[in-house]
């Protein structure tokens, strides 16, 4: 069964400070890797995507790493602001039936950043 | 150039009653695809439409559940009738070519 695990669920740190949440997963057969910020009363945007061939990704003061042979992925918050807070779910892509996609979700990890 | 849109953004109904739920993708956007999340859990694929085709609805929980997309434009997902455990928020997502989706806002549903 495809599985996708995020940690912390739940994280609080102060503005200006950096931080990094996990995901595993057990996704197969792959095909990539999404970081999703979810706002609240909003739906998920991309923040970063990454194949199988790519280890590492940035997108302004968010920097993704992924590792394929141990299924583990990183989303690291540089000098993280108020608006950060948010809900970031780590999304595993398989390859489905013919052309078909399914997307695999994490159940997110719910940061808020204090002043 | 709009997002995803979906309407209603709140719908409160009884058990047994019905609810339709609309999507409008991205124009242009051939792909189109229906998440829900209920309360506590992740977000499920319910189904994919590819223009007016439904591509892949695996994820359909129950024959309670009817996706349609007419001239392959906009969606509509209705619940008929519903129950308690349908209660959750609805996505719609579209894309051009099913690699990136487009998220809306969602359509939070809650059966009482």
């Known amino acids: 069964k495809n599985q996708v695990e995020q940690s912390p669920q739940s994280l609080i740190i102060l503005e200006g400070k950096n931080c990094t949440l996990q995901c595993n997963y057990t996704v197969s057969p792959f095909s990539n890797l999404r970081w999703y910020k979810q706002d609240t009363g909003r739906g998920p945007v991309s923040l970063t995507i990454?194949?199988?061939?790519?280890n590492t990704k940035s997108n302004g003061r968010y920097t993704a790493t992924l590792d394929a042979d141990t299924k583990q992925s990183s989303l690291h918050i540089t000098a993280s602001q108020l608006s950060d807070s948010a809900s970031y779910i780590c999304v595993v892509s398989a390859l489905g039936a013919g052309s078909a996609r399914q997307l695999t979700f994490g159940s997110g990890t719910q940061l808020t950043v204090l002043p | 150039e709009a997002g995803v849109t979906q309407f209603p953004s709140h719908s409160v109904i009884e058990k047994g009653q019905t609810v339709t739920l609309r999507c409008d993708p991205i124009?242009?956007?051939?792909?189109l695809y229906w998440y829900r999340r209920v309360m506590g859990k992740e977000i499920k694929f319910l189904l994919h439409f590819v223009k007016e085709s439904k591509q892949d609805e695996s994820g359909m929980p129950n024959n309670r559940f009817l996706a349609e997309r007419t001239g392959g434009t906009y969606s509509t997902l209705k619940v008929q009738p519903a129950e308690l455990e349908d209660s959750g928020v609805y996505f719609c997502a579209s894309s051009p070519t099913g690699n990136e989706q487009f998220f809306g806002p969602g359509t939070r549903l809650t059966v009482l």
């Open positions: 990454m194949t199988f061939s790519e």
């Open positions: 124009s242009g956007h051939d792909n």
